[in-house]
Structure formats: structure tokens, C-alpha cells
């Protein structure tokens, strides 16, 4: 048993380091290290500096441009970013659409998809939630019906994170008819979102962003080659791409990063005689976060470990995202505590980059309640909690 | 990155299993704790046979390195027998005051003892009055020529009433909670003076209340320097933790498991009761505490052995983890067995009982959570 880095990881952390110091744009870095969301043009601007490297796809096969990673790299990738204020790439397109193209998408739909997600030069959001289907996704009722070379496209997608950013969205959609059993009637079509057909309206979310969106389909037409696969098999590629990369998924590396701001900000802020830092209840708030932090830090050594001597990861790789959340959204609360009345403002216009008055309060503390209100969504997306535990309960504990 | 076993610890993993499988049934524990010792003395010599004594020990010791993981490795399978030899109280927490605090001629005497089986040992370090806080001591020891008259009460002290030796804690200087001038006797239990009341844990181990009543000790007994006992005392509780941490976790894959087959086969309104989903997030949730306890577990016996400093904070983490979890998995797995659940003739409850004792033993999962802050 062992956990050092070898030589060669070691050598390779020092240069994701120097990479990082060099080329990440200190005005990227300093806003995501306030935690103050980014605009698509900060986010361009990164991942086309990621691509020049080589390393703007950490989950792709080198054939493709992927960077070929081992686990134990992803992870130093992941935590040196995470240090630097390096932003995520944007998933939609990198780790969501791409896996399900380079793995069951055709030799055309390849090369003409993979390489301008890669440059991030094409922008994608997801199309599966609806209004009526959430958690039971397969019973979702956006219908493609097939009329020569196209299927014509009626429905409603929602929860569509960025769809006001993307070029193209790819969809979940009916294309049996009723007599067809619900998952098996479901089809995988990548469509352009520039259609006349589709419109795009904002979802405004609690905390004040506009995150995600309604995407409406009216009679849209897409050619049968923008298919995906097989007809009536989408749910099996769906399911393939909601398992992916699941390594990151507990974004432990964040929360780490942001127990450390925390602990210096609470250091900072009186309490009385003593600091927040010093103050016992708060004390024993922030250690037990901590401490399950490193128990979930390890969990996820454990499932990379198993991963990198080519097994698959064990049951421990599925409390990651629940465990992941449950920890993000406590640090959130330990923030709002720490930020006192600077909880309270909600100055949206001082977190634009063009902003040039006082700002009100201390950096990354004024963004600790939109933050909080904001992030209430991780126990909610990429499956419920709720329905992680039905997961494992079936899957794990076999019942 | 690797979290497997050598090839040496995945054999001697399986040789603790198959003893615990094959020797070390529900109701041979069950006689063995009603015994009058409360142990078997065949187990202990067959454990000795079986090098399992030498584990906690150096090489140079004559021990098979003493590594943190393969103390883990032989805990784990302990705690899922619920074990009730006092592997623990005498040849890790003793045994390793011994090792860390002992001069030469002393470590050649004992260590080999009691890697042989032959010797039995106790640790008095907690008073009535200490808690937690191992500096808080009382029983003093004042010399008078080549001896140290002792007096005072050592309370639950583990394996006091089986042991041959008992290691006591004793204040040569100082006050009452200075962590200073305090001192490792070795005293011999049947000496004069000394005064044990044996009595059984809510677990199914032994314990006693130790009192000293002028207990002369000769000073060639001290073990370690005069007054400067604590930090071996922490190290070596430290590691001790590690064991019983270790144990827990044994422990709750165990009961977690016993529980889910329990609901597959437990019917109620016509159906298994795993499929209930108010018990299935249960037992999730059961799951989930076991895997983060196995994680913090495996992060804090890789840090024993780097000698860097991060040890007690690594231990404190684990412990105030693993408290929590064994509280959660304990309980669940009693509640979700319902009526058999708290009754005395099921396993369940035995391995409850432990998993109960456990978050308290070597400082509370509170006191760890303080101590990891603390550091």
C-alpha cells in the first residue's frame, strides 16, 4: 500500500504548475478564486489556451486529441487547478457529448463534431430533462417523427444549463410510437440550435443567475444523420454518458481549495474577543467538514487506484457524487456563517467585470449567499441524491 | 497510487479469517465471555503460535515490522469476529509502550514474552476523575531510596485483572494536570499493595479498577526517563487508536452486510422489507458511513508510519470519523432488525455493544474532532 507520487508524476505536477503559473489569465484565476461566475468569453479564452497545450480534454483517447491521462494525472490536474483558480471546462461538450460521439457515434459524425469541441470552437448544452419528466427521465415526451432524411421535433427541454451559450444541444427523444415501451422508444439527435423552430427562454435560478433555460422545439427539422446510433436506442448511450467520468464527480479538489479560503477568512473575522477560527462551535463545524473531506478524498484514491491497474472502480465510486454535494453544500453554510451581515447584499452589477464602483462588502464573502442559494442545485442535478441512494441500494446492496 | 495488500499481509489476512470462520463462532465467543478469565488461553497461545503477537513489533524488536497497515489488516479481521482476547490492551497498547519506552535489557525481557504468549500486560493511564486527558494524573509515586512508593486508582484499566505486569502512569513532579513529570512504572500486579477489582465490559472485554496503597516499586522498573512519559504514552495510544479504528471498521462491514441480508429475508405486509425504500436509503446511508470510515481508516494508517508530524492529526481525523459511523451503522443495524434487534441473543447487538465502546475508548469522537482542530 502506497500513495506517493512516482518521479514521473512528481516531474509532471511541477510542470502542470508551471503551466498554470504561466498561462492561466490572472483576471480568470482571481474571479474564480471569489467564486464569481465567468462570462463564455472568459471561458473561450481559457479553453482555447487548455487547447494550444494539448490538455483540454483530460477524458478523451489520444486518438482523438485526448490527452491519454493517467488517474493519478487527472488527480494532480484536478487539485493543481483547483489551487490556482483555474475554472472547470465547460462539461457539455468535452465530457458529456464527446464520450457518446467518439464511442457510438459514426466515423462522419466524429470528425466533424470532436475536433470544434475541441478547439471549443462549437458550444453544446444538454436536452433531456422536461418540464414532466425529472428524475423519471425516461418518461419524457419531446417527439422526433420520422419524415424522409429529417425527424421533426416537438417538445419542451428545460433545466438546459447554458443553452443560451450553445451552438448545437444534444436531445433525448421520443420516436416510438405508444405501443413501444417507454425506454426503448428513445432516440440520441444532435441538433443545431440556430433553427427557426427552437427558442431559447432564461430560467432565472434563487440566487439571481441565469444558469439555465427552457429550450422549446417547434417543428423542428433534423436530418436523420445528426442521429446518434441506432433509432430507439438513446437510453443505452445516455446511461453510458450519466457514468462517465465519474472520477472528479465529488469535485474534491474544490471543496479543498475552499476550506482553505475558508479557514483564512474565518481566521480573519472577529468573534468577540477571538476569531470565527477560534469560536468552539464553529471550530467543531469546520473540523467535521474537514474530516469527512479527506475520508472522500480517499474515497476517491481508492476508486482512481482501481481504475489505474485497470479494474473497474468498486462500490465505493458511488457515494462520491452524494458524499461530493452533501460536503459542498455544508461549506457553502460555513461561508454565509462566516460572512456575517455581508451575507446580505445582493449587488449583482459588482461582480461584472466592467464594474468600476465601490464594491460592497469584501470580495468573495458578498457571493457566499448566491453561492449557497445557488449550489442548493448539486443535490439535485446529474441524478437526486434521492435517486443515487435507489441506485445503490439496487445496484450495491442488492435489494 | 496502490491501496492493495503485500502478498505477506493478504496471507496473514487470511489466516486471522479462516481462525475467525473456522475457531471463533457466535457462541464460543459467547462462552469465552462467560468464562472465568473472560478469554481463551488456547486462542492467546494459538495466536502466538501463529506470530499474530509479533506483529505490532519491529524487526529489530524480533517482531514482522510492526507496519501500521499490517496491524490494521489483523484488526479488521478482529472486528469482524468480535474478538475478545486482549490483542489490543496488551500487545499493542502495552507491547508498544514497551517497544517505544523501554531500554534494551527491558524490550529482550518482555517483548519476547510476550510475543510468546507467555506474558500478559496491562496499560493504567485514565483516573476517575481524568477523562480523556491524559496528563490529568493523580497516583503519585515519590521515591525513597532504589524504590517509588506508589499511591492512587487507575480506573478501567484493560485487561487489569488477567494481566501479569500492569504499565501504570504514575506523577513523579508537578501538578495534577502537568504534562510534565509523569512516569511509566512497570509494577508487578500480585505486588503488595496493589488492589484489583476485575469486573466485565458492556462489550464482552474485561477491565479493572486498579488502587495502589504504598506500593514500593524498585526504581530499575521505571520504564523511560523520570517524568517524561507523555509524548511515548500518545504515541503509543495514537497507534493503539489506529488499531481499534481498524477494529471498527471490521465491525460495521460486518453488521452492515448481516443487516442487508436480514431485510432480503425479513418479511413484513407481504414483502422483504429491503424493499421498503425508507430502508434502503437507511442502509444506503449505513454503506455510505461504512466506505468513508474504510477510507479515513486506510488515510491514517498511511501517515502512522511516514514520521512527519501528521500522525496524531491523521489519527484524530480517523478516530472522530469512524466514531460517528460506527454510532450510525451501529444503531441502523439495530433499529432495522427490529425486535431481535435488542435482544441479547442475536450477534447484532454484540457488535453494537462494541461499535458503542469503541467511540469512547482512547478519547470520544468529539475529543478528536477538538484535537484535530487543535493541531
Known amino acids: 500500500m502506497n500513495i506517493d507520487f512516482s518521479p514521473e508524476e512528481l516531474a509532471f505536477q511541477q510542470e502542470v504548475k508551471q503551466f498554470l503559473q504561466e498561462k492561466l489569465p490572472a483576471d480568470i484565476s482571481e474571479r474564480t478564486l471569489d467564486e464569481i461566475p465567468l462570462g463564455k468569453e472568459d471561458y473561450e479564452r481559457w479553453q482555447k489556451i487548455l ?18 491521462w493517467t488517474p493519478t494525472q487527472k488527480y494532480i490536474w484536478a487539485n493543481e487547478c483547483a489551487n490556482f483558480g483555474a475554472p472547470d471546462v465547460i462539461p457539455f461538450g468535452f465530457k458529456m457529448v464527446a464520450p457518446v460521439i467518439f464511442t457510438y457515434g459514426s466515423e462522419e459524425q466524429k470528425q466533424r463534431f470532436l475536433p470544434d469541441i475541441l478547439a471549443s470552437n462549437v458550444w453544446w448544452c444538454q436536452g433531456y430533462s422536461e418540464p414532466n419528466a425529472g428524475s423519471d427521465l425516461a418518461s419524457l415526451k419531446t417527439t422526433a417523427v420520422r419524415d424522409g432524411d429529417e425527424y421533426i421535433v416537438n417538445g419542451t427541454k428545460t433545466w438546459t444549463t447554458l443553452g443560451h451559450w450553445a451552438d448545437w444541444i444534444f436531445c433525448l427523444v421520443r420516436t416510438g410510437g405508444p405501443e413501444v415501451k417507454n425506454q426503448a422508444a428513445i432516440t440520441f439527435l444532435l441538433i443545431e440550435m440556430n433553427h427557426p423552430g427552437i427558442t431559447v427562454s432564461p430560467i ?11 429550450v422549446h422545439f417547434d417543428n423542428v427539422r433534423v436530418p436523420v444523420a445528426n442521429r446518434i446510433g441506432e433509432e430507439g436506442h438513446g437510453w443505452t448511450y445516455a446511461k453510458v454518458l450519466l457514468t462517465h467520468e465519474r472520477t472528479g464527480i465529488a469535485r474534491v479538489a474544490t471543496s479543498k481549495k475552499r476550506l482553505q479560503t475558508l479557514k483564512k477568512l474565518a481566521g480573519d473575522t472577529c468573534d468577540g474577543d477571538t476569531s470565527l477560527l477560534e469560536n468552539p462551535a464553529f471550530a467543531q463545524k469546520l473540523a467535521e467538514v474537514e474530516i469527512d473531506l479527506l475520508a472522500l478524498e480517499f474515497t476517491e484514491l481508492r476508486a482512481l487506484a482501481a481504475v489505474s491497474t485497470g479494474n473497474a472502480p468498486g462500490p465505493e465510486s458511488s457515494i462520491l457524487k452524494i458524499k ?24 449583482r452589477e459588482q461582480f461584472k467585470s466592467e464594474f468600476d464602483g465601490e464594491h460592497v462588502g469584501p470580495g468573495v464573502i458578498t457571493s457566499s449567499v448566491p453561492r449557497y442559494l445557488n449550489n442548493r442545485k448539486s443535490s439535485i442535478y446529474g441524478g437526486s441524491n434521492e435517486i443515487q441512494k435507489n441506485i445503490i441500494s439496487k445496484w450495491v446492496l442488492g435489494l | 497510487m496502490d491501496f492493495s495488500y503485500s502478498e505477506e499481509q493478504q496471507m496473514l489476512q487470511s489466516s486471522v479469517c479462516k481462525f475467525i470462520q473456522q475457531d471463533y463462532d457466535f457462541d464460543r465467543r459467547s462462552k469465552l465471555i462467560d468464562s472465568d478469565t473472560g478469554f481463551s488461553e488456547d486462542n492467546w497461545k494459538l495466536f502466538a503460535e501463529l506470530g499474530w503477537l509479533m506483529v505490532p513489533f519491529s524487526a529489530e524488536d524480533g517482531g514482522l515490522g510492526g507496519s501500521a497497515v499490517d496491524l490494521m489488516v489483523v484488526m479488521e479481521e478482529f472486528g469482524r469476529g468480535l474478538v475478545v482476547e486482549p490483542f489490543l490492551a496488551s500487545a499493542v497498547l502495552s507491547g508498544g509502550l514497551i517497544a517505544n519506552g523501554a531500554n534494551e535489557a527491558q524490550k529482550r525481557e518482555l517483548i519476547s514474552l510476550l510475543m510468546e504468549g507467555q506474558l500478559q500486560l496491562a496499560f493504567a493511564f485514565a483516573e476517575p476523575q481524568s477523562r480523556f486527558n491524559l496528563s490529568d494524573i493523580t497516583t503519585k509515586a515519590v521515591r525513597n531510596g532504589d524504590s517509588y512508593v506508589v499511591n492512587g486508582h487507575k480506573a478501567v484499566v484493560l485487561n487489569g485483572s488477567a494481566a501479569d505486569k500492569l504499565l501504570v502512569a504514575v506523577r513523579t513532579s508537578g501538578g495534577q494536570h502537568d504534562c510534565e513529570g509523569i512516569t511509566l512504572l512497570l509494577i508487578d500486579a500480585n505486588t503488595e499493595g496493589v488492589h484489583r477489582q476485575g469486573y466485565a465490559t458492556v462489550d464482552g472485554h474485561r477491565a479493572a479498577e486498579v488502587k495502589f496503597n504504598n506500593v514500593m516499586v524498585p526504581v530499575a522498573n521505571r520504564v523511560g526517563e523520570e517524568g517524561a512519559a507523555l509524548p511515548v504514552m500518545e504515541q503509543t495510544i495514537d497507534r493503539a487508536t489506529l488499531a481499534l479504528c481498524a477494529e471498527a471498521v471490521g465491525a460495521m462491514e460486518k453488521i452492515y452486510k448481516k443487516t442487508v441480508e436480514y431485510t432480503k429475508t425479513r418479511e413484513q405486509f407481504g414483502l422483504a422489507i429491503g424493499k421498503f425504500q425508507a430502508l434502503q436509503h437507511r442502509m444506503v446511508d449505513m454503506f455510505t458511513e461504512y466506505e468513508q470510515a474504510r477510507s479515513i481508516l486506510l488515510m491514517a494508517a498511511l501517515q502512522l508510519d511516514v514520521n512527519n508530524g501528521v500522525a496524531p492529526k491523521a489519527i484524530s481525523a480517523a478516530k472522530s470519523r469512524i466514531g460517528k459511523a460506527a454510532r450510525l451503522v451501529g444503531q441502523e443495524a439495530i433499529q432495522l432488525h427490529g425486535g431481535i434487534g435488542v435482544t441479547e441473543e442475536l450477534d447484532v447487538s454484540h457488535y453494537f455493544k462494541r461499535l458503542t465502546t469503541i467511540q469512547y475508548l482512547f478519547g470520544s469522537t468529539d475529543y478528536h474532532t477538538r484535537r484535530f482542530a487543535g493541531h
Do not use: C, K, R, S
Not at chain 1, 204 to 214: A, D, K, Q, R, S
Not at chain 1, 325 to 343: K, V
Open chain 1, 51 to 68: 487547447y494550444e497545450q494539448g490538455w483540454a480534454a483530460t477524458n478523451w483517447p489520444v486518438e482523438y486529441g485526448g490527452t491519454g
Open chain 1, 324 to 347: 461530493g454535494t452533501e460536503i459542498a453544500q455544508l461549506i457553502d453554510e460555513l461561508y454565509m456563517e462566516t460572512a456575517g451581515y455581508y451575507g446580505m447584499p445582493f449587488v
Open chain 1, 204 to 214: 432565472m435560478t434563487l440566487g439571481g443567475h441565469h444558469e439555465v433555460n427552457e
